[in-house]
C-alpha cells in the first residue's frame, strides 16, 4: 500500500514551465517502499476520459511517454526521497487538466499506459495553460 500526494500545479501562460511533485508515503504496517512501485502520469481534463503522460519503471530506468508530450514532457523519480516528478517544457493550452499521479506494484518493465492496471492514485492537481 502507498499513498500519494500531488503538488506543483498551477496557472500559466503558454510556453512557460512547470514542474509536478508526487510524494509517496506508506503506512508503517506495509512491506512495500516506493521502489517498489511502477510509476504513472495522467491527466484529465473538462468532459474527457483520463489519458495516459508517461511512466517509470521500479529502477528509473525505462520511462514511456504519451505521444502528445514526448519532446516536452520529462518523467523521474527519486527513491531516496520517494517522490516522483513531471517537469513540463513548452506548455501550451491542450495540456490543462488535472494531473495524477498512479501507483503499481511490480518489477516489470513493460509500459502500464492503461489507468485500470493501477492500484493507487493520488488526489490530483490542476494545471491550466492560458494561451
Known amino acids: 500500500q502507498v499513498q500519494l500526494v500531488e503538488s506543483g500545479g498551477g496557472l500559466v501562460q503558454a510556453g512557460a514551465s512547470l514542474r509536478l511533485s508526487c510524494a509517496a508515503s506508506?503506512?508503517?504496517?506495509?512491506?512495500?517502499?516506493?521502489?517498489?512501485?511502477?510509476m504513472g502520469w495522467f491527466r484529465q481534463a473538462p468532459g474527457k476520459e483520463r489519458v495516459f503522460v508517461g511512466g517509470?519503471?521500479?529502477?528509473?530506468?525505462?520511462?514511456t511517454y504519451a505521444d502528445s508530450v514526448k519532446g516536452r514532457f520529462t518523467v523521474s523519480r527519486d527513491n531516496i526521497q520517494n517522490t516522483l516528478y513531471l517537469q513540463m517544457d513548452s506548455l501550451n493550452p491542450d495540456d490543462t487538466a488535472v494531473y495524477s499521479c498512479?501507483?503499481?506494484?511490480?518489477?516489470?518493465?513493460?509500459?502500464?499506459?492503461?489507468?485500470?492496471?493501477?492500484?493507487?492514485w493520488g488526489q490530483g492537481t490542476q494545471v491550466t495553460v492560458s494561451s
Open positions: 517509470i519503471n521500479f529502477s528509473g530506468t525505462k520511462i
Open positions: 506508506r503506512p508503517t504496517f506495509s512491506s512495500y517502499y516506493f521502489a517498489d512501485y511502477y
Open positions: 498512479a501507483a503499481i506494484h511490480t518489477y516489470e518493465d513493460n509500459p502500464r499506459m492503461g489507468w485500470k492496471d493501477y492500484q493507487y
